[in-house]
């Protein structure tokens, strides 16, 4: 059920799994499916990967992102993008 106020992920989160449904009623009922996430915050221009407690400082408490440096993003052969060291 899709809320109009939901956020990015769960939309996303929503549709991959709707995805996975597909798939299985093409190719029948496969017995096992793996999927990977990343996942990563734009701030100030800065990538970081929020799955890397590396990406991050803790100060009072609370994750602080400033002054941490940011992932590298690289834009590979046919414009594929990657980004370097994440999990």
Same mark, same amino acid.
């Given at each position: ?9 769960? @939309? ?19 017995? @096992? ?15 970081? &990967?929020?799955?890397?407690? &590396?990406?991050?400082?803790?100060? $009072? ?16 052969? $046919? ?9």
């Amino acid at each position: 059920m899709a809320y109009e106020s939901d956020g990015l992920i769960p @939309r996303c989160i929503r549709e991959l799994f709707a995805t996975v449904d597909k798939r299985r009623e093409i190719c029948g009922n496969v017995n @096992r499916i793996s999927i990977t996430c990343q996942y990563i915050q734009l701030y100030n221009e800065k990538v970081y &990967d929020l799955l890397n407690s &590396d990406s991050y400082k803790i100060q $009072n408490s609370k994750k602080v992102l400033d002054g941490v440096p940011g992932l590298k993003i690289k834009i590979g052969s $046919n414009d594929n993008i990657s980004i370097e060291n994440v999990y």
